[in-house]
């Protein structure tokens, strides 16, 4: 059984690497932070008395449940409301892109470079770019096995498809982020 201690630990844990997934599959930052919100809020409701080594595929399996009801609810209320898009306003300003404040903090601060440092978060926006581009079955196979580090079984799980499903998505999904990078002249 997870301690309220375990559980917050957890959730502080997968916060962001939740968001980005989120913001990944929705292309809305602001539809990201409320499906990570609600999935949050799932799991220590419904499952907070669970063993802590439960935790991560649990968590995972209500991202991808929460992720896919909201893509539900949006396509209801484009095909209810498609006649109102004429009155919505035409686009936020853009300026502040909040991927970029929830970067990850190198652990040896101060002793990289700045062009060190500037051609790291230009290969990173440059992989984000691409892996944004990758088909979705394709960037949430990616996302779970090499960005949540799930295997093969837990990723088939957490996507309810099959293993052979989930290898032939992440084999794609290489080759074309290989590809991609590679014409851009990004050799990692």
């Known amino acids: 059984m997870a301690t309220e201690q375990e559980l917050s630990e957890f959730l502080k844990s997968v916060e962001k690497r939740a968001f980005k997934r989120s913001v990944y599959h929705t292309r809305d930052e602001e539809a990201a932070l409320d499906i990570v919100q609600d999935s949050m809020m799932k799991l220590a409701h419904s499952y907070g008395d669970k063993p802590v080594a439960e935790l991560p595929m649990l968590f995972q399996r ?41 970067e990850l903090q190198s652990d040896s601060e101060g002793t990289e470079s700045a062009q060190d440092a500037t051609e790291r978060v230009q290969i990173l926006r440059e992989i984000e770019v691409e892996v944004k581009l990758l088909p979705g079955r394709q960037r949430e196979a990616f996302l779970l096995r090499y960005w949540e580090e799930m295997d093969v079984a837990e990723t088939a799980l957490a996507m309810g498809c099959s293993e052979g499903s989930v290898k032939t998505h992440c084999s794609r999904a290489v080759a074309a982020l290989s590809k991609a990078l590679s014409a851009k002249g990004l050799k990692l």
């Open 62 to 102: 209500i991202l991808s449940n929460t992720t896919l009801d909201w893509f539900r609810r949006r396509k209801t209320r484009n095909a209810l409301f498609s006649n109102m898009s004429d009155f919505e306003s035409a686009g936020a300003d853009g300026d502040f892109d909040i991927l970029e404040t929830l």
